[in-house]
């Protein structure tokens, strides 16, 4: 393995989000792990133009704290992450956003909106919850035999939310035919995490895994991102 890596975390810094208190602490703690020196730099969400922001990254995290001040440069990180196979992790808003990215780009729904920012026309495939998840604890259930299930080496967990969007239901099927899977779900079935397919490392999660840190545990998901930078 490298002696290093670099992670571009897209998103717009706020040191007020447990989140992104939790990212760095999390990304140390992972590269402790694995005996790696974990880089990061904050990548501003209007920055991204071009793919050259990120595009000499060894990974790319997109993090919480939707809504971005540029949904177009979050969603050209996402598809280019996609798209030239670089190791993805999207937490909370990157979940909701790398479903969007996919919907527009892979399943052609030109018209696929985030209930953000919704026009109130097109598919909004992502949509308020039913009941917002604001500092809550829950169960997950992993699939077997996926990536998640394989950082976690289990089948269940127990992990943190801060939002209050998720999959829209009526979308669910079709967004998750393949090859984006679904590989987590509360115990109500809802939708809690995707990965893609033939690729290295494509994983998005509603939870925030990266909270771990903030209670001094190693996050299993953000180990196994960074070893996939790594790889």
């Known amino acids: 393995m490298p002696r290093h890596v670099t992670i571009g975390l897209v998103g717009d810094h706020d040191d007020s989000k447990a989140a992104h208190l939790a990212i760095p602490l999390a990304l140390r703690a992972a590269g402790e792990t694995l005996d790696i020196e974990v880089l990061h730099e904050w990548v501003p969400t209007e920055q991204l133009v071009e793919v050259s922001r990120v595009s000499g990254l060894d990974g790319i995290w997109c993090v919480p704290g939707s809504p971005y001040r540029s949904m177009d440069g979050v969603l050209l990180a996402i598809r280019h992450a996609r798209e030239k196979r670089i190791p993805f992790l999207g937490t909370c808003g990157g979940f909701q956003h790398a479903i969007v990215e996919y919907a527009r780009n892979v399943l052609g729904w030109s018209d696929a909106e985030h209930g953000e920012s919704a026009s109130g026309q097109g598919r909004t495939v992502i949509s308020p919850l039913t009941c917002a998840l604001l500092n809550e604890e829950g169960t997950v259930r992993l699939v077997p035999g996926t990536r998640i299930s394989s950082a976690y080496r289990a ?38 995490a995707v990965e893609l397919d033939s690729h290295p490392f494509f994983v998005a999660t509603l939870f925030q895994p990266e909270r771990a840190a903030l209670k001094g545990r190693v996050a299993p998901l953000v180990v196994a991102f960074v070893a996939a930078c790594a790889a």
Do not use: I, K
């Open 155 to 192: 089948n269940v967990a127990t992990e943190e939310y801060f939002c209050s969007y998720g999959v829209n239901q009526e979308f669910r099927s079709a967004l998750v035919a393949g090859p984006l899977r679904a590989t987590a779900t509360d115990e109500s079935d809802a939708l809690r």
